[in-house]
């Protein structure tokens, strides 16, 4: 019970007994406790440390405990005092922390320029990447000619499943190649039952990938992607990017029919959180704002909810859900 103020359950034993018995002797105190003198000896030194036995003042060769309520008030407002320096001192520690998180990022990213940012080393650039899709608020597109044990990580571990969640749309070109492994087609459908639009082609000239049509980032040498990344912002690299991407995007082939999605798939939290807010009157701008997302993704999460219920109305989509349980 007294553990927080560094009384534990023995010494709190030989304080008691010195209360009860103030005129008694450390072999006493053994015995009334029912533990070795020596260590009776070594739980009153830690007593006079916490300042509950104190020397007697009309006796100076004497030693008495401390009233609790003097001796254990007087203890719990020093150990209040020493946590609230500790938490001071955590907050510095977390301030610091902060700061060589920006130093390191800065060591990791070696900018030319305010538009451009190399990234040296495959392992820099993914968790760059990872920090560029937390951040994502629209749309994520795709080039990746990777091969398919690349593409085949564990569905519940990939990167791109928290971001459909959230809202984004997404638009990925792979490699024809993907459709030789069951494995791979299975995590392309399981993404795309999620809302991601997937399609394949021959070949790819690169992996590209572009956030929210705003910041394009491709490899240093695409012969060799071990080597890092290289992230642009220039709104004239960018658009040569999109316009790239378009183009594959065009000659691609559909994997799946855009009706695939069963409409009894589970609703994403993103999708279960609008129809909440939707329900209860919320109009596209507030649920874009209470939801961190901007209006263009809150007004596509409505209208694919409303395209899988068949609901021509806000109060259809309404009826409909409440149909299925989901509100």
Known sequence: MLE?????????AVYHALLSHPDSTPENIAALVKRPVTEVHELMEKLRKLELLVPTWTNPDGEHAVHPRVGLTGLAERRRTELNKMLGELKEAEASAEVLAE?????????????????????????????????????LWGLVPAHIDDVTHPFDKSPDVPLLERGLRMR??????????????????????????????????????????????????????????????????????LALFDSYW???????DADDREDNAPLTPHEAEVLRLLAGGAKDEQVA???????????????????????????????????????
């Open 250 to 256: 065009a000659r691609a082939t559909e994997l799946f």
């Open 4 to 12: 927080p103020l560094g009384v534990d359950e023995a010494t709190f």
């Open 103 to 139: 130093q390191y990022n800065e060591l990791l990213t070696a900018r030319s320029s305010g538009d451009v940012e190399v990234l040296n080393g495959r392992a820099n650039a993914s968790r760059r990447i990872e920090e560029l899709g937390l951040k994502a608020k629209d749309t």
């Open 289 to 327: 704002r209470l939801l961190g997302i901007s209006l263009r993704t809150a007004r596509r999460i409505t209208a694919t909810l409303s395209e899988r219920l068949n609901a021509a109305s806000r109060f259809e989509l309404g009826v409909a859900a409440a149909k299925r349980g989901w509100v």
């Open 172 to 241: 990925t070109v792979y490699l024809q190649s993907i459709t030789s492994s069951k494995q791979a087609l299975d995590y392309a459908a399981a993404m795309h039952q999620l809302g991601g639009e997937i399609r394949a082609t021959p070949t790819l000239p690169l992996r590209l990938l572009i956030f929210d049509q705003e910041i394009a980032v491709m490899p240093m040498d695409p012969e060799n992607p071990t080597i890092g990344a290289v992230i642009h912002r220039s709104p004239a690299v960018v658009s040569v990017a």
